[in-house]
């Protein structure tokens, strides 16, 4: 059967449609899901369960240590131990998550399906990315999505391949896979192969790659004229920016972390201090760039700053940085896409190795909706 996709005129949070030409099933009313739940399950992304107190091997365990030294501190040899075995389960656990070089710098893997290697021929595409809780987890999925954005159906079955897990999916190809299965994924439906998991290579492809299929197919926002000034913002953003707040995170060495926070900072500094005199990145018109920065803003004060150590500052502190990020929030319908509890839990709940209690703190003030909303008095937003 065959699938086809389509989309609306809004820059950011246009609808991306994917259907069977037979029968369309809408989720109206609600905020946008994916086609199909399907996403990576792996050992470190399971959720604590939600009370350890009545667990048998819990209260067995209270009840021994009371025993043993009372109502006073464990005594220093058990927390050596402890610490000890603790530190090389962490290392082990980090090294599947978030694998790192010799001097504990975050080393990202680079995707397996990029656009210059596997140029979609072909526009019969299906769209993965992560569901529920776990729908705006990581800016990476979010920043595709939001590129052309996702309307879909239903949730529930994996309407392309039928299959459980998206692990699945990648197996399907020909030759099969072993390599990690990340989101977003666009699958060719017609090679029965992985078209791209690149994220920027993917809001290209939305961008501009798929004009034939596109409501509104003059909308560009990469514009010939400006391509030269996305990439070099892209250059600067992405290794220090959107990889920095993961390479504070992921940090399995001091001096890897020393590095990373300096990079966020000082390039948060440069971009802060450029949005004093440009609306935009690339001047007044909205481009790829900004959406690709946008994503990680969203999130800095209410995860990156908090579990992944990026505390020099919040992001509320720079006032260029914070009034260029509520002006695109208050872009038609891009609000509604920040579930902020639903982004906090993504991290806080599912980070097992950087908060083993899965304890979510409380949300900061300024990011409440009430004051993201506030005039930013940015001007009037100009889309080519």
Known sequence: MET???FSPSPLTSQLHIFSPHKIRRNKGKSPLGSCRVGPRMSLDQPPSPSSSSNPGTTLLKNVTKLLWGPSLPPGLLISTVRTAWNSTWQLMMSQLAPSDSSGNYTRPASKFSLQK?????????????????????????????????????????NANGC?????????????YTGRATVP????????????NESYDIIQIFNSGLNEKSRNPSLDLAPGELKGKIEEWNKLIYPNVNNGVYRCGFAQSQEAYDRAVNDV???????????????????????????????????????????????????????????????????????????????????????????????RPAMPSGCEHQLLSRPHNRGIPVIS
């Open 265 to 359: 900072f000082n390039t948060l500094e440069t971009i802060n201090d450029h949005l004093g005199g440009s609306r935009y990145l690339c001047g007044e018109t909205l481009t790829l760039a900004d959406v690709c920065l946008f994503t990680t803003l969203i999130r800095f004060d209410v995860v990156y700053n908090v579990l992944f150590k990026c505390t020099k500052k919040k992001l509320i502190e720079y006032p260029n940085l914070h009034g260029y990020m509520r002006d695109i929030y208050q872009m038609p319908k891009v609000a509604a896409t920040c579930n902020f509890m639903e982004i906090m839990d993504g991290y806080y709940k599912i980070l097992f190795p950087l908060n083993p209690g899965g304890i």
């Open 118 to 158: 596997n140029p979609p021929a072909t526009t019969n595409l299906h769209l993965y990315y992560r569901l529920g809780r776990r729908a705006k987890t990581v800016p990476w999925e979010f920043k595709a999505i939001r590129g052309r954005g996702t309307d879909i159906l239903v949730p529930g079955v994996d």
């Open 185 to 196: 994924m666009l699958w060719d439906v017609d090679k029965k192969d992985v078209a791209c």
């Open 4 to 6: 086809v996709m389509s």
């Open 164 to 176: 459980k897990n998206l692990k699945e999916v990648y197996k399907l190809r020909v030759g099969g």
